[in-house]
Every structure is written in structure tokens, then in C-alpha cells.
T-cell receptor, first 109, second 115 residues
């Protein structure tokens, strides 16, 4: 069983819509959770991190965490073509950080 | 801004060659990591280091070794390159004092092709 699971996609949404990206993890001791964006041929860059249950908003991005369900999500409001990328979920426990395989998002004009 | 640099963006090597991938960070970070990224498999940890001259195996260390002689530099060594080591290699660093905000900063990556 993979430690961090994401739907590989591709997820396709029209411009202006809400994109919803999901991630589940297996280690209940996980402490903090990260969303990275990776454009094709580029390295991952951090979008948001969250460590408390609930929602955390930053501009058009909202991260949601539910530790009881071992679930973290990223919502992108008013999606733009420039949001087209692969989104990596990362989960930190005591000793290390684990990455999901990523969800490829395409925003169509 | 944190800057993590890698010695090459693209590298082509032959089977059996010894390959060195260099990574340098300029933020005085204690932690440094080497990953490889393959389609459908995500980021897989090869080795990491929490201090100078210290190294720990990650999930897929076979066929690789590392060296950390200085705090800012972490090298990945492929002792005898094989075609199944063709991949994107990413170096990352992070602060040990980041607490819950344990962001890893990534270098631009090295796309290695072994023929």
C-alpha cells in the first residue's frame, strides 16, 4: 500500500472553474502536509502547507486537512491555464517526508 | 531566497561509467536529499543527510552512494551506471529548525540518460 496516494489524473477543468485535488495518507502520526506544484520539465515548488485540521486559504488556493480521515485536499478557485501542472502532495512524519506520485491538472481556456 | 543548484541539467552517460551529480545550497540548511523522479512513481528518496559527513539510506539506495564533505554540498554517485538509472534526479534541502513547516527546496533537476 502506497503511503501517500493521489489520483494521477489527468484532471481537466475549464478556465474559471474550481479544481479539486485529493490526497490520502497511511501514517496516522503524520504531522504536516504540503502541496507542491511542478511544471513540466521543472522542479517542484511549494504552494501551501497545513498542519491543523480545517481549511487554510492563500489567495485562490485552499488546503483542507482531515486527520481523522487521513485526507488532505487542495482547491484552486478561478482556475487559470497557468495553473496547468502536476500537483504533488507531501506528508511529513517524525523522520521524513513522503511524496505522492502527483495529479496532472489541465485548465482549458 | 533559497537557492539550490545542480551541476548539470542534462547528462548522457554510457553503461558502466561512474557518474557524479553535484548539489549546492546557499541557505546553510542542515538537511539535504537526493530523489529520483519517474513517471507514475513520483519522487523516491535515494539518500539523505542531516549533517556533514552523515548519510542515511532512503527507499532506493541500491546502486548509489553519496558524499557530504561540506555543509552546503551533497553529491550523488552512481558507481557503475546502468540503463535503469535513466531518470530525473532532484536535490533538495531544508532547515532542521523548520518545525512543522519543514519545507524542502528543490534544485532544477538533472535529467540523466544512460545508454
Amino acid at each position: 500500500q502506497k503511503e501517500v496516494e493521489q489520483n494521477s489524473g489527468p484532471l481537466s477543468v475549464p478556465e474559471g472553474a474550481i479544481a479539486s485535488l485529493n490526497c490520502t495518507y497511511s501514517d496516522r502520526g503524520s504531522q504536516s502536509f504540503f502541496w507542491y506544484r511542478q511544471y513540466s520539465g521543472k522542479s517542484p515548488e511549494l504552494i501551501m502547507f497545513i498542519y491543523s485540521n480545517g481549511d487554510k486559504e492563500d489567495g485562490r488556493f485552499t488546503a483542507q486537512l482531515n486527520k481523522a480521515s487521513q485526507y488532505v485536499s487542495l482547491l484552486i478557485r478561478d482556475s487559470q491555464p497557468s495553473d496547468s501542472a502536476t500537483y504533488l502532495c507531501a506528508v511529513k512524519n517524525v523522520n521524513d517526508m513522503r511524496f505522492g506520485a502527483g495529479t496532472r491538472l489541465t485548465v482549458k481556456p | 531566497d533559497v537557492k539550490v543548484t545542480q551541476s548539470s541539467r542534462y547528462l548522457v552517460k554510457r553503461t558502466g561509467e561512474k557518474v557524479f551529480l553535484e548539489c549546492v545550497q546557499d541557505m546553510d540548511h542542515e538537511n539535504m536529499f537526493w530523489y529520483r523522479q519517474d513517471p507514475g512513481l513520483g519522487l523516491r528518496l535515494i539518500y539523505f543527510s542531516y549533517d556533514v559527513k552523515m548519510k542515511e539510506k532512503g527507499d532506493i539506495p541500491e546502486g548509489y552512494s553519496v558524499s557530504r564533505e561540506k555543509k552546503e554540498r551533497f553529491s550523488l554517485i552512481l558507481e557503475s551506471a546502468s540503463t535503469n538509472q535513466t531518470s530525473m534526479y532532484l536535490c533538495a534541502s531544508s532547515s532542521a529548525t523548520g518545525g512543522l513547516q519543514y519545507e524542502q527546496y528543490f534544485g532544477p533537476g538533472t535529467r540523466l540518460t544512460v545508454t
